[in-house]
């Protein structure tokens, strides 16, 4: 318990010093500094900062659930509403702080731990999304599953780079073209 708790700690300062002075300068030093802990006893925990970007970034898929699936209205006429919940919850999902997304996208070594969460990841969320399609009355599609896997790769990748670049692309706007795009296609040749 006290060493998950030190461990979630390393992982919370390196968040900061990563936002506050970039990558290449977001030393192990300056972890263990904000951690509060020696540097000796950081590398009891990650042997290198590429591992620690590695952790933040599987915590971060890790939380990444799509929360309010089970309250999705089924009823006929609400698949955009569904839609919109989905987008809406993957924007929330990396709203926390660009910059940090950003450098874990651009700079995470792959690791086997990384690549476990993210298959872990993909699975549950389009397990999620299948579940969803699979109930509601107004999909057309017949390929429940490429459509599921399609549709959270459309929205992940899309909202990675929107909420990890400068905005060129209002939220609201973006948002709405997604739902809009991706509804037209689940609604298929109806």
Do not use: C
Request: aromatic letters at 4%.
């Amino acid at each position: 318990m006290r060493a998950e708790l030190t461990r979630q700690r390393i992982l919370t300062a390196a968040a900061h010093v990563f936002a506050e002075h970039g990558y290449a300068a977001g030393t192990t030093n300056r972890i263990a500094e904000r951690a509060r802990i020696s540097i000796g006893s950081l590398y009891q925990y990650f042997p290198n900062k590429d591992a620690i970007l590695a952790a933040l970034l599987v915590r971060h898929l890790d939380r990444g659930d799509w929360t309010g699936a089970d309250e999705v209205d089924l009823s006929p006429g609400s698949l955009p509403a569904a839609i919109r919940a989905l987008v809406r919850d993957a924007i929330e999902n990396h709203r926390d702080d660009p910059a940090l997304l950003r450098m874990m996208i651009e700079e995470a070594r792959v690791s086997p731990e990384l690549v476990e969460a993210m298959e872990r990841h993909g699975r549950s969320r389009v397990a999620q999304v299948r579940d969803l399609l699979a109930r509601h009355p107004d999909v057309g599609v017949t390929d429940l599953d490429t459509a599921a896997e399609l549709i959270v790769t459309t929205v992940e990748l899309n909202t990675h780079k929107l909420m990890a670049a400068p905005q060129t692309i209002p939220e609201e706007v973006f948002a709405a073209e997604l739902v809009d795009m991706v509804t037209r296609y689940l609604h298929g040749d109806r």
